[in-house]
Structure formats: structure tokens, C-alpha cells
């Protein structure tokens, strides 16, 4: 195995999308491919595993040889909030995965489609207490933080809304400009083209301060204190990855993340180029874990 590690990458490495393509996950692991494949003169192929908000891919990384050569664009969703919300998992978030480093972390925008007569955050809740489960929004699958932005959203503000689960959040986001949803928590990846073009309205962000390049933005929490999300996703090995591997996989995807252009792409999409050790991010995902079990618990949100 040493002498593997030595030599890594000697063939093919495949990073999991578990979304499908378009998706976050998608547009952030695909530059990371390219400087890569770049750097170590090997194919770095990005592949769509998309399904059951992510577990899908996600269990296809963790059942993987632990040799490099399989990664997981994972998320907040696969690698923190699944592990409470879903009654049964395939793998185990805690023990199953090798972080390799957190990529980028974002917030969330609550987006609605122009027909809905409201353009603050205050005039929604009140639209949704007047019409207790009229309102229907739209997530990228059960267990991912649009899911549980609308539930924390349901529960802090005190009002009924319908959820509408789809396999990734392009197609939540094309049946919201068709008028088939009423508003979606989107992330800007997948919604800012569309803010910007004017089909769709963004009311308000799920950070917990408004954003400094964007400082006319009001934050959700104005209106309904405690709320807050932030995504955020990262590189997973499979368990029992070499340290050398890992080592290796660490230092050149901290290397990409620091690139201006790359900060740039994801600044562009709404993200925060971001990188830490295995260590640091390991620490990270199992407070993560955590955090989202209390608030499975608080919103009594489940998956069977």
C-alpha cells in the first residue's frame, strides 16, 4: 500500500457528484477535475450519481476501495444532515468517509416565483398564515438544506407550508420559473442567472449578517429570529485512504482552492472558495453531524 501511495495517481480518478449535472456539487467539483488532471497528467472524471437526496452517490464513494481513486463531492445534506433525518441510511456519515478538505461554503437565497404577491420576508409569513399548506416549495431532495431551510423556515416562523422534494435542484428550480412552486431556498449557483434576468425574486439570504458585497440584501432572520443556514461541501476519501494518499489529495485540491480563478469561478456562483487539513475538516463535519441532529429534533422533520 505504501508503495501505491508513492506512486499515486497512476490511473483514472473519479470524483461523485451525487447531484446531477448542473447541481452545486456538479459546477464545484468540475474545475477541481481539470487542475487535477492537469497537474498529474491523469484523467480526473466527474460522475453524476444523483438520488434519495444524495445518498446514492454518496454510498457508491464509501463502499469504494479507500485508494484515491474514488472521491465524493459531499455536502452538508450526504455527510451531516442525512445521518438524523433519514430513517434508515446505507452508510454511516460519522465512520464511512476520510475528509480530505472542506471546498466552499455559501448561504442559501429564498427565491419565489414573481407571481406570488409578496416581496418581503414579513409579507411571506403572513401570505403563509393566511393560507396554512397552500404554499408549496420546492428542495433538491429530502434531507438537503433547501429541505431543511423550509423546515427550519415552517417551524421558526410558525406557518404551514407543502414540500416538494425533486432529484436535484435544476429541475426544482425550472418548475419554480414554470410556476409550478411558489418559492424555493436556492443557491445562487442555480439561481442567479435567473434573479438576474428577472424571472425570478429574491426576497431575502439565510446567512446570519447580510453579506458585505450585497449589503441591501436583508437577512431571513430580520424577520424570523434564529434562523440561519449555511452549506457548505467538501472532499471525501473512503475510510482506511492512506495517509500518504490522503496527504497528496489534500495538498493539491488546498492548491486549486487558492487559485484566483478559481476563487473568482466560485465567487461568480455565489460561493467561498475554502480549504483545511483532514484534520481540521474531520473535526468539522462531526460537529456538523451533531448540530443537525438537534435540529432534526427541534423540526421533527424525518424521511422513511
Do not use: C
Not at 131 to 146: D, F, Q, R, V
Not at 194 to 201: A, C, T, Y
Not at 251 to 276: D, F, P, Q, V, W
Amino acid at each position: 500500500m505504501q508503495v501505491a501511495a508513492q506512486t499515486f495517481p497512476a490511473k483514472t480518478i473519479r470524483i461523485i457528484a451525487p447531484f446531477p449535472p448542473a447541481s452545486v456539487a456538479d459546477v464545484l467539483a468540475r474545475p477541481i477535475a481539470q487542475k487535477m488532471a492537469e497537474t498529474w497528467g491523469q484523467p480526473v472524471i466527474v460522475d453524476n450519481r444523483s438520488g434519495a437526496g444524495g445518498t446514492v452517490g454518496s454510498d457508491v464513494a464509501a463502499k469504494s476501495p479507500p485508494d484515491g481513486y474514488t472521491l465524493l463531492l459531499g455536502t452538508i445534506g450526504t455527510n451531516a444532515i442525512n445521518a438524523s433525518i433519514y430513517s434508515q441510511m446505507p452508510y454511516n456519515a460519522r465512520t464511512d468517509f476520510a475528509p480530505v478538505t472542506i471546498v466552499a461554503n455559501a448561504y442559501l437565497m429564498l427565491v419565489m416565483h414573481p407571481s406570488v404577491p409578496v416581496r418581503t420576508v414579513k409579507a411571506l409569513v403572513a401570505l403563509a398564515k393566511a393560507n396554512p399548506g397552500k404554499l408549496n416549495y420546492g428542495s433538491a431532495g429530502a434531507g438537503t438544506t433547501p429541505h431543511m431551510a423550509g423546515e427550519m423556515f415552517k417551524s421558526l416562523a410558525g406557518v404551514t407550508m407543502t414540500h416538494v422534494a425533486y432529484k436535484g435542484s435544476p429541475q426544482s428550480t425550472i418548475d419554480l420559473m414554470a410556476g409550478r412552486l411558489d418559492l424555493i431556498f436556492a443557491n445562487p449557483a442555480t439561481s442567479l442567472p435567473h434573479i438576474r434576468q428577472g424571472r425570478l425574486r429574491v426576497l431575502a439570504i439565510t446567512a446570519a449578517r447580510r453579506d458585505p458585497s450585497t449589503p441591501e440584501m436583508p437577512t431571513i432572520a430580520e424577520t424570523v429570529p434564529g434562523f440561519e443556514m449555511a452549506p457548505w461541501w467538501g472532499l471525501f476519501a473512503p475510510a482506511g485512504t492512506p495517509r500518504e494518499v490522503m496527504a497528496k489529495l489534500n495538498a493539491e485540491s488546498a492548491r486549486i482552492l487558492a487559485l484566483a480563478e478559481i476563487k473568482a469561478h466560485y465567487a461568480n456562483l455565489g460561493m467561498l472558495a475554502l480549504s483545511n487539513t483532514p484534520e481540521q475538516f474531520n473535526a468539522y463535519v462531526q460537529e456538523e453531524i451533531a448540530r443537525w441532529a438537534k435540529v432534526v429534533k427541534a423540526t421533527g422533520a424525518k424521511v422513511d
